[in-house]
């Protein structure tokens, strides 16, 4: 088990390289679906298997899928050339890598166990799917409710993004009614104004005509 | 010799065997696929190679080894090998989860090459990871036919997926395990799934014909709109090795049926009188029914026509997942306050059946859900009278 969890461990930050220094996007998002199996195999080595299945459903079986998707559909996976756009991208993101690992390395020293391991690991029961669901709606009932309406506002909000503008009511009378018995300010009442007329489309002069003759 | 190696040595084996057998199973229905195909369309099919063509698989596995295995300019190198061995790769894993008969009962040894708690879980897991075989295969092929089929598998799985699980959340919950064997054993002794989930069962039939691209879903690799979609720029073997993955997963999804619905390994229970202990016997029940779906996924294939992508779409995130959920939603009201209050499986039994009974009836008001595209919501503009004033 522990020399699988090291080779895992190794293919996972393998990944992540790749995700990283490839030039093609595709080959990066291709790193990144390899690092998440790889962390899927993590959790089967540590007797999660329910998490490990939903690791590798969820993330590499239906969100990188989406990512791919989008990569393919808008063409994406040319290398990019040119400079970052964005000024000491690279110094910065040094800089966040050092403190980020920092951070790891003194929780890793300094963790210590909520409860003792033994209890744990019967509490978990083999990471069947019955025990997780258990404890998942019982114990954290509510931060399981808050990610969901998480996610639910995040999809609420891309419905918002990419829908039509609703369409919006234009001058032009549209049946023969309206035509005729003009309200005010529309056509007919500053037919006389130039430059009002100048901006309308010559359909809709056509269409005055008809109504003065 | 450790004692750990000789448990490894008989899995190994075990694996080898699994992947012969299916490679041979392939061979062979694409050989009974065009004989039954031609038996539907009253002509003969393939029957010059062999006694009744049955050399027939021989002769196209060697035409396709031996093939110039063609890679195009374009194609990006590493991509375009590596797609057609993921998309077999996991489809063999995939089948090996399934158990073909009680434990021991094979020589001894246990009949199945893993057995994993999270077992339909894994399996799930497993096919879903097959979409990157056809999805990369399509893409890495760097023209535009294979690029379009690649989009419409990936975004045909991922939706038919969520149907897909929704549909066996049902059996679950009646059942409370996602071992396979747990699953079948549970039928032995209550009687199987299909009884009671009848509804479930057909979502599950659907979606599992998007899943493995068959007709009336095979989208991906429309001819007629698309050449051979993602398959149009591979020959030899490595089209030979797309092939196989679509019959594996087809021989997977119908395993599938038969272990979640219909009693799995183990075989009618009346038999036992005529030869005691028939209903135990490994493989064999399993290949059964795997045979009267392999016959059902091609009956369906020379009957129904392909869907028009737009519909398929429709027809999965309209159709499929609100129902899916509907029967979940069925499954747990039964189990939360119908059995407390004693009422048996058969109630939840006559509920989908009830359910089917009503989808049948309503198909053609529910028709354009999916057949057309919405109503736009912009109002038609009047049109104006021709002529003059």
Redesign the interface.
Same mark, same amino acid.
């Given at each position: 088990m522990m020399i699988a969890f090291i080779l895992l461990g190794a293919l996972t930050l393998v990944g992540g390289v790749i995700t990283i220094a490839a030039r093609n996007a595709v080959h990066a998002a291709l790193g990144l679906v390899g690092t998440l199996i790889s962390v899927a195999g993590l959790f089967a080595t540590l007797n999660a298997s329910f998490l490990a299945a939903t690791q590798v459903i969820v993330y590499a079986g239906a969100i990188m899928v989406l990512f791919l998707f989008v990569i393919m559909l808008l063409n994406a996976n040319q290398p990019i050339s040119g400079r970052d756009p964005i000024p000491f991208v690279r110094e910065l993101a040094g800089l966040g890598g050092v403190v980020l690992a920092g951070a790891f390395t003194i929780l890793a020293v300094s963790y210590k166990d909520p409860r003792p391991v033994a209890e744990a690991t019967l509490a978990l029961g083999g990471g069947s799917a019955s025990v997780i669901g258990e404890t998942l709606l019982t114990r954290f009932l509510l931060p399981f409710e808050a990610v969901s309406i998480l996610l639910l506002v995040a999809i609420v909000g891309a419905v918002a993004l990419v829908q039509r503008p609703v369409p919006q009511p234009d001058d032009v009378p549209d049946s023969e009614a309206e035509l005729l018995t003009p309200p005010v300010g529309s056509a007919i009442s500053r037919g006389g104004s130039q430059p009002v007329l100048q901006h309308q489309s010559l359909q809709h002069r056509n269409d005055e005509g008809e109504v003065r003759a | 010799m450790p004692d750990w190696l000789i448990p490894a040595l008989i899995t190994l084996l075990k694996a080898v065997l699994v992947a012969l057998a299916l490679l041979t199973a392939f061979a062979y229905m694409t050989l009974v696929e065009r004989r039954l195909l031609a038996r539907m369309q009253i002509r003969w099919g393939p029957n010059r190679v062999g006694p009744m063509g049955l050399l027939q698989p021989l002769a196209d596995a060697i035409k396709s080894i031996f093939k110039e295995d063609l890679q195009v300019t374009m194609a /990006?190198k590493l991509?375009y090998t590596l797609a057609p061995i993921l998309a077999i790769g996991t489809a063999l894993t995939a089948f090996g989860g399934i158990p073909a008969g009680p434990a021991g009962s094979l020589f001894g040894a246990d009949p199945w090459v893993y057995n +994993? /708690?999270?077992g339909l $879980?894994?399996l $799930? &897991? $497993?096919t =879903?990871?097959g #979409?990157?075989g056809i999805? +990369?295969g399509g893409?890495a092929s760097g023209s535009k036919y294979p690029?379009l089929g &690649?989009?419409r598998s =990936? &975004?045909q799985?991922?939706s038919y997926?969520l149907g897909m *699980?929704l549909s066996v959340l049902g059996t $679950?919950m009646l059942i *409370?395990s996602?071992n396979f064997r747990v699953i079948v054993e549970w039928q032995a002794l209550q009687g199987w799934t299909i009884l009671f989930q009848v509804f479930a069962f057909a979502l599950f039939l659907v979606s599992s014909f998007a899943e493995v691209n068959r007709t009336p879903f095979d989208l991906p690799e429309a001819e007629q709109e698309i050449v051979a979609g993602y398959l149009t720029e591979y020959s030899a073997i490595k089209w030979a090795l797309f092939q196989m993955a679509e019959y594996v997963n087809m021989m997977t999804a119908s395993a599938l049926m038969a272990t979640l619905f219909f009693g799995g390994y183990r075989g009618p229970v009346f038999l036992d009188g005529l030869i005691p202990g028939i209903s135990g016997w490994p493989i064999i029940w399993l290949v059964v029914k795997i045979g009267f779906f392999l016959f059902l996924f091609i009956w369906v294939r020379a009957t129904l026509p392909r869907l028009r992508y737009d519909q398929l779409m429709r027809f999965g995130w309209k159709l499929v997942l609100p129902l899916a959920l509907g029967n979940t939603m069925l499954v747990a009201f039964h189990l939360a306050f119908l059995r407390p209050s004693g009422l048996g499986l058969w109630f939840l039994g006559l509920l989908s059946l009830a359910a089917l009974l009503v989808l049948f009836v309503m198909g053609d008001r529910v028709r354009s859900l999916w057949s057309a595209p919405a109503a736009p919501? #912009?109002p038609a503009? &009047?049109t104006?009278?021709v002529g *003059?004033?």
């Open positions: - | /990006d991509v +994993l /708690d999270a $879980l894994a $799930l &897991a $497993l =879903s990871m #979409v990157y999805f +990369l893409w690029m &690649a989009l =990936s &975004a799985m991922i997926e *699980g $679950l *409370g996602t919501k #912009v503009k &009047a104006r009278p *003059g004033d």
